[in-house]
């Protein structure tokens, strides 16, 4: 995960949005320190969230594979057997026990 990426920016924003509220709205705090602890809180929170990309896995990649349950058996030309799209809607259903 890039550490300017919008999740680790807008996290960072989360943890040090009491210092830069002191820094931008109530003038209590200086500018210098509300930057230096939004920099830390960017580390952190980059830190944080490429730990939980590499133990859950990133959302934008798609597993290989997946249940056969699910997803229909291939039909055109290249499909194992030859089969084509008239023979999978002419093929009856297979009858259960009974």
């Known amino acids: ?47 944080a969230l490429s730990a939980v990309v590499m133990l859950v896995g990133s959302p934008m990649t798609s597993q290989a594979g997946g249940s056969a349950t699910d997803t229909e058996p291939p039909v055109g030309p290249g499909a194992p057997g030859g089969r084509t799209a008239s023979d999978a809607a002419s093929a009856p259903e297979a009858a259960g026990p009974g």
């Open 1 to 47: 995960m890039s550490p300017c990426s919008a999740p680790v920016l807008g996290g960072a924003a989360l943890l040090a949005s009491s210092a830069l509220y002191q820094a931008l709205v109530e003038r209590t705090l200086t500018l210098e320190v509300a930057l230096t602890r939004y920099l830390v809180a960017v580390a952190l929170a980059w830190v």
